[in-house]
C-alpha cells in the first residue's frame, strides 16, 4: 500500500511555500512521526511527518515551490521494508561509489554547512567530514570551497582579434574563478515577507525614535542575589528580558496611546498586553508573541521566552504564535548593537529597541561613577502617538529598570 506525503494546510492564508530542505534521501526506510521535510512560507516553517512506517520515494526537488495539499513523496507502507541496496541506484561510470559515499549527507548537517552548500554548490556528501562520528563541519565547507577554487583551470589567453574574425564579449564566456565569486539564489518566502513588512512600515507611518538610557545596576544586582534560588525553584534562568516585559507592560498601562493603532481613519485601542519579542532566526526575522502578560510572573515569562527559543531553533514556530501582538521589544545587544533605530511592526504604533551593556562614566550625586548602561530606543507612529507620549513611556520604562520595586507596587 503506498501513502501520498502531502503539503499539509497551515491556515486560510497560507496557499503555497518553498520545500526548503528534505531531512530524508529518496529510498530511505521511515518511521511513522520522523520529520521529513521543511517548508518554508512568508509567515512560519513548519515540518511535514511520515504518516506511516515504509519505504519513501520522493517526487518533488528540495527548493521547489510546493501549494498546500500537493503531494511530493509517497511511502510504500511495507512492515520492516529494508532499505534499498546501493546497487539499484542507477550511476554513471564516473559516479563515486556507493562505498566511498561519507555517512553525512546534506539533510543532516548542520544550519551553517547547510547554508555553505547553498552558496557553493558544493554536495556536503562529497566531502570527508572531520567531525564527531564522521559529520561534515563548517570548516571541511570553506575548506573544500578554497580547495575548488584552487583547482579550478586558468581562463585561456585571449585570442589576438583578426579582421577577418570578431572578438568574442567577455560576458559570453564566464571562467570558472568568475563563477565562484558570486551567486544567485531566490528569496525565501519569508524573507520576502519580512522585507515587504519592512518597506510597508517605512512608507505607510510617520516613523520617529526617541532615546535614552538606562542604568542596569538595580537589575543586576537582583538577579546575581536572586539566581540560584530562581534556578532552583523553576528549572530556569532569570535573564534581562522579563525585566523589559513587565517595565513594558507597566508603561503601556500609564501611556495608553502607545497601546493602540490605526485602523483607516479609526483608533483602535487595545485593553490586553500581549508583548511580542523579536528572535532571529537562520531563515529571517520571527516575533512570537507571549499572551497576557499583566497576569505572568517573572518566571511564567522566562519560561515562555525559552519554549518560543526553542521552537524557533527547531523551526516550529506557529501562525498562532506570531499573532495578536500590541507591542515589540527587540534586542540588538545580544549581537553588539551599541544604538539603533527599530523599525515598527505593523500595525503596531511602537517599538522597543535594546542595546548592549556597556560599563560607561555617569554623573552620580555630583560624583563621576562607572554604571552599566544601556541605550533605549523608542521607534513610534506619530500619526498616533506624540512626542510627550512617547518620551513619557521611554521614562516609564527606564524608571521601571532602574527600580524594579516600582513593578511590584504599580507605581
Known sequence: MSI???IPPMGESITSGILANWRVKDGDTVK????????ETDKITSEGVAESDGVIRLRVEAGTEVKIGQVVAVIEATAGAPAPAAAT?????SATPQSAVPTPHSTDASPAVRRLAAETG???ASIAGTGKAGRVTKGDMLQAAENFQKSAPAAPAAPVPVASAPAIPQSAA?????????????????RAKIAERLVQAKNQTA?????????????????????????????????????????????????????????GDSIIENHYHDIGVAVSTERGLMVPVLRECADKTLAQIEADLGAYAK?????????????GGVFTITNGGIFGSLLSTPILNPPQSAILGMHAIQDRPIALGGQVVI????????????????GKEAVTFLVKVKQAIEDPARLLLGV
Open 4 to 6: 501520498d506525503v502531502k
Open 32 to 39: 511513522r512521526n520522523q520529520p521529513l521535510f521543511e517548508l
Open 89 to 93: 541506484a542507477p550511476a554513471s561510470a
Open 122 to 124: 558544493i554536495d556536503p
Open 174 to 190: 564566464p571562467t570558472p574563478q568568475s563563477a565562484a565569486r558570486s551567486s544567485r539564489r531566490k528569496m525565501t518566502p519569508l
Open 207 to 263: 516613523m520617529l525614535t526617541t532615546f535614552n538610557e538606562v542604568d542596569m545596576t538595580a537589575v543586576r544586582e537582583l538577579r546575581a542575589r536572586y539566581q540560584d534560588d530562581f534556578t532552583k525553584k523553576y528549572g530556569i534562568k532569570l535573564g534581562f528580558m522579563s525585566f523589559f516585559v513587565k517595565a513594558c507592560v507597566h508603561a503601556l498601562k500609564e501611556v495608553p496611546a502607545i497601546n493602540a493603532f490605526l485602523d
Open 311 to 323: 521552537k524557533a531553533r527547531d523551526g516550529k514556530i506557529a501562525l498562532d504564535d506570531l499573532n
Open 371 to 386: 554604571r552599566p548602561m544601556m541605550y533605549l530606543a523608542l521607534s513610534y507612529d506619530h500619526r498616533l502617538v506624540d
